[in-house]
């Protein structure tokens, strides 16, 4: 079971920042697309809300690449915006990738070169940083930049997680180890996951779901498939693997299967992965299961439950009978007295006119 406030905090955070998408300007990463053996392409793409005046000063943004092995989380890379030919964003996503990308018409593209030393490109890759690693993209605003360098090495830590700054984030690994001391730095509060869950199996690190035989005709992209303006972000349930977009809208078919639980052990197929208080809510109560037809959402709780309910409405429909019945019988006693009174009052002032005769 989850504790409550945990999953309190989580929806909080998201409810408070889904808010924020209808008046704000908001930022969050949109998409990600790791290289293979046959597609040396690879990119990530953030998206800017319609609430967002283009041009927009990226100045105070920063892009981070956290990876975690078996002994260590290390910042592999980083986009400090400030000072690059990216620090200004010209249209709606914002593409940082390999050259050979180019740009689309809703698009600005941004190279990994363009980060000099401070993005460098590992053995095969810029993005992926091995099989058994867990890696970590964060987008922050406003941090301490002093606290952060690729050369010499700057670890995570309590104080270089500067969580008050993250404003999305997203894990992906190809074997998916080492998850939980990164998780636990960077995002403590979340803890979205199947009853009965262990700190590994967490529902918050997507997998590589490609082989080495992708080609440029099958290679798919996590293309995130929740509404800007009710999801900002932090929220990687609502992933999907999908043909990549970079700089466009997502291609989020609804056949395509979502990157965390996509064979549905946990996710019913008719959920929607984007009601992030429905979700929480369905995590936040063991031995609760929900309905879904269209838009209306009824909560059928267990035989425990209704037992309990029952039995309060129970009591609380006999106690208002109890009270009815007495007001009426107290009425009653009252009204009888009063017509013995008139009765009383009435064959006294009938003697007095016997007496007197009239």
Known sequence: MFKSITLLHVSVLIVASVAATLDHCSIIISELQLTAP??????IELKASEACDLPLDL?????????????TIILKNQARFSGSNCSQLTKRYLVIGTDSLGSSPDGQFCSFSDFAKDWPKGLNAFIDKGNDKTNALVLYRDIQHGLYNVHPDTFLTEETAQRDKILDWLFFAKNGKFGEAIRALLIPLYNVGPAGHTAENVYFRLKEDDG?????????????????????????LGFKYSRPTPGEANNCHPTDRYALDSVHGTY??????CDVQFITHVFDK??????????????VVNSGESLKIGLGVGLFMLGAAVLLAGAVLFDRQRRQRSSSQETIVSTSEQSVLDMTGN
């Open 268 to 273: 019913k197929p008719a959920w929607d992965r």
């Open 59 to 71: 100045s105070p943004y920063s892009l981070v690449l956290w990876s975690a092995n078996k002994s």
């Open 286 to 299: 063991e031995g609760v299961n929900i309905e879904i037809t269209g838009m209306v959402k009824r909560d």
């Open 212 to 236: 080495a035989a992708a080609t440029s005709q099958n290679k798919s992209s996590f293309g995130f498939c929740c509404e800007h303006t009710r999801v900002a972000g932090q929220w990687p």
């Open 38 to 43: 046959k597609v040396p392409q690879e990119f």
